[in-house]
């Protein structure tokens, strides 16, 4: 069985700081890992995912995350952060294994830029 | 343009009264699931349908009907909504079957149960 954690339910930056969002992952196989970003009034959307390879993944408007298998995290984060980046954001976990659909989402983090 | 459509997007219901709320992609995605988003509680999956009338249940199943008669139409029936049933509803497509767990939303419906 999987299960996310994200760490804060409510973070809030000033414009230009650092953005840190935490998320750790339980999992019994390789998972895939993912973000998933909502802005207000909208649906969900990819930010990045970590399937295999390269530890470190790019995803959209510069975030980026590490996938760390001996702290089981995948945290999420920008070096400045923009207003436009006022949204809630999700961890999401997957089984990697061949058969396997279901993705677990975390409960999400909110996070506010202060101007 | 490649979207997820999902109808209505804001209703206000009775208990008891039945209600559909409908799904769509043009994207000829096979994987299809239905989510609620509760403050608190993130996303919780009710159904999901591997391809043409092939369904299973999620997290959280009860008092939520399916169905899958077409490749892009899955609609999600409330039979007799209760208040509980409340809450803001995703729709979802993915391609592959949804292995790769890279899912398209639709921009969501909130139902509101008097």
């Known amino acids: 069985a999987q299960s996310v954690t994200q760490l804060g339910s409510h973070v809030s930056v000033s414009e230009g700081a650092l953005v840190l969002l935490r998320c750790n992952y339980s999992?019994?196989?390789?998972?895939?890992l993912f973000w998933y970003v909502q802005y207000p009034n909208q649906g969900l959307q990819l930010l990045l995912k970590?399937?295999?390879?390269?530890?470190l993944v790019k995803g959209i408007n510069g975030f980026e995350a590490e996938f760390k298998k001996s702290e089981t995290s995948f945290h999420l984060t920008k070096p400045s952060a923009h207003m436009s980046d006022a949204a809630e954001y999700f961890c999401?976990?997957?089984?990697?294994?061949?058969?396997?659909?279901?993705?677990?989402f975390g409960k999400g983090t909110k996070l506010s830029v202060i101007p | 343009e490649a979207q997820v459509t999902q109808n209505p997007r804001y209703l206000i219901t009775v208990t008891g009264k039945k209600l559909t709320v409908t799904c769509s992609q043009n994207?000829?995605?096979?994987?299809m699931s239905w989510y609620r988003q509760d403050p608190g509680l993130g996303l919780r999956q009710i159904y999901y349908?591997?391809?043409?009338?092939?369904?299973d249940k999620g997290d959280v199943p009860e008092g939520y009907k399916v169905s899958r008669k077409e490749k892009r139409n899955f609609p999600l029936i409330l039979e007799s909504p209760s208040p509980n049933q409340t809450s803001l509803y995703f729709c979802?497509?993915?391609?592959?079957?949804?292995?790769?767990?890279?899912?398209?939303f639709g921009e969501g419906s909130r139902l509101t149960v008097l």
């Open positions: 999992s019994s196989v390789p998972p895939y």
């Open positions: 970590y399937t295999t390879g390269a530890t």
């Open positions: 349908s591997m391809n043409v009338e092939v369904t």
């Open positions: 979802a497509s993915s391609s592959r079957g949804g292995s790769t767990g890279e899912l398209f």
């Open positions: 994207m000829n995605h096979e994987y």
């Open positions: 999401a976990v997957k089984d990697s294994g061949a058969g396997s659909y279901q993705l677990t």
